[in-house]
């Protein structure tokens, strides 16, 4: 009898596969072979779940955004903990090899999105879906008047502060070690964080 094979984990193996690959090589420099012979299948095998190159690149971001979604990061243990909510933040950030390779398919899914209006919805869905969960983690700061649109906006601004650290951080990882990038993002998260928690203080007097 066949060999019964399990589609989606097929394909989060040859997702996993191309991370590493887009990884050291780029986007550009990434082959399918050397996709399949990281993933331990054949080139066949990755032609099968995926159609070229961007349909594995685009693979390969859901699998990074599944994984900054599944972390297991929990909330801030004391409510309104400005300082460990940002340490939860720099979670986020390109601290360590495989939080290099990770963002560095992040960039290559940004440049193809730059003129792919597919690609740049799917960049958009995803990032909503983050967005969402910054949200849910500043809510902590917050006091009850805080509104969604409010929570929205800071997680904006969250989010904008560990792309342009990570990006550095990805373009300069001799110069940027991981104390310097969570040291740059409290420095820019923590006048705007605390700004937040004393605005919906004095909101509820």
């Known amino acids: ?28 420099g990434t082959r399918l072979r050397d996709v399949a012979a990281a993933a331990n299948v054949t080139t066949g095998a990755v032609t099968h779940y995926f159609d070229g190159k961007d349909a ?25 903990d400005i300082a460990e909510c940002i340490d939860i933040f720099a979670v986020y950030l390109p601290l360590n090899d495989e939080g290099l390779g990770e963002w560095r398919v992040w960039l290559s899914f ?28 500043i809510a902590t700061i917050g006091g009850p008047t805080v509104t969604r649109t409010d929570l929205h906006a800071r997680a904006d601004a969250v ?17 940027w070690p991981a104390d310097r990038q969570r040291e740059t993002l409290s ?19």
């Open 1 to 28: 009898m066949p060999k019964q094979v399990d589609a989606v984990a097929q394909r989060r193996t040859i997702a996993s596969a191309a991370i590493t690959v887009i990884g050291s090589a780029g986007i550009e």
């Open 56 to 80: 594995v690149l685009e693979a390969a971001f859901e699998e990074v955004v599944r994984r900054v979604l599944e972390s297991p990061v929990a909330l801030p243990t004391t409510p309104g």
């Open 110 to 137: 940004w440049a193809r999105a730059m003129n792919d209006a597919r690609l740049r919805a799917v960049h958009q869905r995803y990032y909503s879906a983050i967005i969402e969960r910054i949200a849910y983690r």
């Open 159 to 175: 989010l904008a502060a560990i792309d342009g650290v990570g990006c550095r951080a990805v373009l300069e990882p001799d110069s």
């Open 187 to 205: 420095r820019l998260l923590l006048p705007m964080l605390t700004a937040f928690a004393h605005e919906t203080r004095s909101s509820d007097l």
